[in-house]
Nanobody
Framework: QVQLVESGGGLVQTGDSLRLSCAASGRTFSSYAMGWFRQAPGKEREFVAGISWSGGSTYYADSVKGRFTIARDNAKNTVYLQMNSLKPEDTAVYYC?????????????WGKGTLVNVSS
């Protein structure tokens, strides 16, 4: 069992940066690939970024490539999403996920989400 708690969301302006964190409980964190997903109002949840258990492989949605960076610290049981050059279309609830498989991704556990609101 892995429990995930996201933090770091908030209200920012276009062009600003935010760093989301996801703290995981459970001794098996380092064995999971991890991912970030998001769900905008009225839209389906979509994949944003993923990272392998070692941190050696990362994947990004085309919409965030070059602006977002995913990283993990297995010693701290934490995964991060650094978001730069934010746009209004990045507004969504961001969810952390523990992945049974990185790509194509299969989710085993979800966090409850943190809201990111980017104003124009």
């Amino acid at each position: 069992q892995v429990q995930l708690v996201e933090s770091g969301g908030g209200l920012v302006q276009t062009g600003d940066s935010l760093r989301l964190s996801c703290a995981a409980s459970g001794r098996t964190f380092s064995s999971y690939a991890m991912g970030w997903f998001r769900q905008a109002p009225g839209k389906e949840r979509e994949f944003v970024a993923g990272i392998s258990w070692s941190g050696g492989s990362t994947y990004y949605a085309d919409s965030v490539k070059g602006r977002f960076t995913i990283a993990r610290d297995n010693a701290k049981n934490t995964v991060y999403l650094q978001m730069n050059s934010l746009k209004p279309e990045d507004t969504a609830v961001y969810y952390c996920a523990a992945l049974r498989r990185l790509y194509p991704h299969e989710v085993d556990y979800w966090g409850k989400g943190t809201l990111v609101n980017v104003s124009s």
